[in-house]
């Protein structure tokens, strides 16, 4: 297994590379309301916070994010890393968010990117999806497991 996990990360090409990258800060990063996704890189440009504390999960989402052309902030695999990423107060275009981080809820840190206006998607296989609809109702549940094409769109669609 271990050499699966080598092989992808060797190929993998950095997370701030785009196919218009310039020297300055923030170059080929998309605006607000600015649509940069191709049909090969819907989420290009785009910062995406990614939440999940299953690490063979987290990092193949991490890996098909960045083929998708997001910067990927994170893998967070535990409730505090993910408060950290959300305090530093970067900008975050979205977010992957696991419910259940091995016995916490991450409603904290929803709480905080529904407060900021940011699109967040629950990816969960043991939440109340009314409940969460209830509380969120911004937010889109995917039940696990689903193909990672599907969170990546749901991603695209909600930053359309």
């Not at 993910?82 to 900008?91: G, S």
């Amino acid at each position: 297994m271990l050499s699966t996990v080598s092989t992808v990360t060797a190929t993998r090409r950095p997370t701030n590379w785009t196919d218009d990258a310039q020297d300055e800060p923030g170059a080929g990063r998309a605006q607000p309301g600015q649509a940069r996704g191709t049909a090969q890189q819907p989420l290009l440009g785009r910062r995406i916070l990614l939440v999940e504390d299953e690490a063979m999960l987290a990092y193949d989402l991490e890996w098909s994010l960045g083929e998708a052309g997001a910067e990927v902030l994170g893998p967070a695999l535990t409730l505090a890393e993910a408060q950290a990423i959300v305090d530093r107060q970067e900008a975050i275009d979205a977010a992957i968010l696991d419910v259940d981080l091995a016995g916490r809820t991450v409603f904290p840190v929803a709480r905080k990117l529904a407060a900021a206006g940011v699109p967040f998607v629950f990816h969960t296989g043991h939440a109340d999806r009314a409940g969460l609809l209830a509380e969120f109702p911004e937010a889109r549940v995917i039940l696990k497991p689903q193909p990672t094409q599907r969170l990546i769109a749901a991603l695209a669609e909600m930053l359309d």
